[in-house]
């Protein structure tokens, strides 16, 4: 079942401008994570913030946790058009550590 | 290794027949997870072990599906009788210890025909 769900469900920008992506969610968590997605392949991990954390910061991605509002916000900085991939948040719940994601969001930058 | 790796890359197959899956996890990693991202399911759970303890096969979609992780590295998710509704990637991660990041691999596209 999805415990995350992002919206916007797809994004396009232009290139330098931010992104921001939300994340909603239902349960408590132990964290939150984003993932990057390439051409439908392999996830690769961007941040990890947990439920105590309010706010992380990493290169050009800052990430926010609002765990009263079960909610969490990724903003890319001065996107490229190598940004373009499809992200994902994925909450970490239980004891061990499975991982439940939201549908996805679609972000294009255009050069 | 650098990173997980899954063989094969791809791999299509008749209905009916069965396909075995393989996932090289992290050297070191003591937790490995199998998870499945199809179309119109999104990204799901199938299965997590962890050292020596029973596996959690809680997100196996039914008993066609079985896992095994050997030496506490290498695994394998096995599909019996595949059917058109198990095409999809399966994607395996791992990770060093409790509340951290997953590192996955590339995945397998599996397609039935």
């Known amino acids: 079942s999805q415990q995350g769900e992002e919206d916007p469900q797809a994004l396009s920008i232009q290139e330098g401008e931010n992104a921001t992506m939300n994340c909603s969610y239902k349960t408590s968590i132990n964290n939150l994570q984003w993932y990057r997605q390439n051409s439908g392949r392999g996830l690769v991990h961007l941040i990890l913030i947990r439920s105590n954390e309010r706010e992380k910061h990493s290169g050009r991605l800052r990430v926010t946790l609002d765990t009263s509002k079960k909610s969490s916000s990724l903003l890319i900085t001065a996107s490229r058009a190598a940004d373009t991939a499809s992200y994902f948040c994925a909450t970490d719940a239980g004891a061990n550590s499975k991982l439940t994601f939201g549908k996805g969001i679609t972000l294009s930058v255009r050069p | 290794g650098a990173g997980v790796s899954q063989s094969p890359s791809n791999k299509v197959t008749e209905k009916g027949k069965d396909v075995e899956l393989r996932c090289d996890p992290i050297s070191g990693h003591t937790a490995l997870y199998w998870y499945r991202q199809s179309l119109g399911q999104g990204l799901e759970f199938l299965i997590y072990f962890q050292g020596n303890s029973a596996p959690d096969k809680s997100g196996l979609p039914s008993d066609r599906f079985s896992a095994e992780r050997t030496g506490g590295s290498v695994s394998t998710l096995t599909i019996q009788r595949t059917q058109q509704e198990d095409s999809a990637v399966y994607l395996c991660?791992?990770?060093?210890?409790?509340?951290?990041?997953?590192?996955f691999g590339p995945g397998t596209r599996l397609t039935v025909l």
């Open positions: 991660a791992s990770r060093r210890t409790a509340y951290n990041e997953q590192f």
